[in-house]
């Protein structure tokens, strides 16, 4: 049995980078804080790749400082150095499942709002 599942609740790091290829697919890429329990310790960073739709979702609603949830798989992007040839590598989530959780500003508008304005 093989099991490569991954759930991320974050917020964006970067605006979302988009590229449109020839054969139609659209691929975006951006970067994703995720705290930790403790609050003094820094955020883990992770790099998501989105392909067609879900890249097209994002490309749209997708801001630096939004908050988002993720379900995707890890995979290894490997290539060779061109100054040294070294193999080099880095890890990517690959989104299947983008949830959109709301912006920093929306969480800070509304935690004022207390629903009794008449």
Same mark, same amino acid.
């Given at each position: 049995?093989?099991?490569?599942?991954?759930?991320?609740?974050?917020?964006?790091?970067?605006?979302?980078?988009?590229?449109?290829?020839?054969?139609?697919?659209?691929?975006?890429?951006?970067?994703?804080?995720?705290?930790?329990?403790?609050?003094?310790?820094?955020?883990?960073?992770?790099?998501?790749?989105?392909?067609?739709? $879900?890249?097209?979702?994002?490309?749209?609603? @997708?801001? !630096?400082?939004? +908050?988002? &949830?993720? %379900?995707?798989?890890?995979?290894?992007?490997?290539?060779?150095?061109?100054?040294?040839?070294? $193999?080099?590598?880095?890890?990517?989530?690959? @989104?299947? !499942?983008?949830? +959109?959780? &709301?912006? %920093?500003?929306?969480?800070?508008?509304?935690?004022?709002?207390?629903?009794?304005?008449?």
């Amino acid at each position: 049995m093989s099991l490569n599942v991954v759930h991320l609740v974050g917020r964006v790091g970067r605006d979302p980078e988009v590229k449109y290829f020839d054969s139609g697919s659209v691929k975006c890429t951006f970067s994703l804080a995720v705290n930790r329990i403790k609050k003094d310790d820094p955020p883990d960073w992770f790099e998501l790749e989105l392909w067609d739709k $879900n890249a097209e979702v994002a490309a749209n609603y @997708v801001k !630096k400082g939004g +908050l988002i &949830g993720i %379900k995707g798989s890890l995979k290894l992007d490997t290539w060779s150095d061109r100054s040294t040839g070294a $193999n080099r590598s880095k890890p990517i989530i690959r @989104v299947e !499942k983008l949830d +959109l959780l &709301g912006s %920093k500003r929306d969480n800070e508008s509304s935690m004022g709002y207390s629903g009794s304005e008449f």
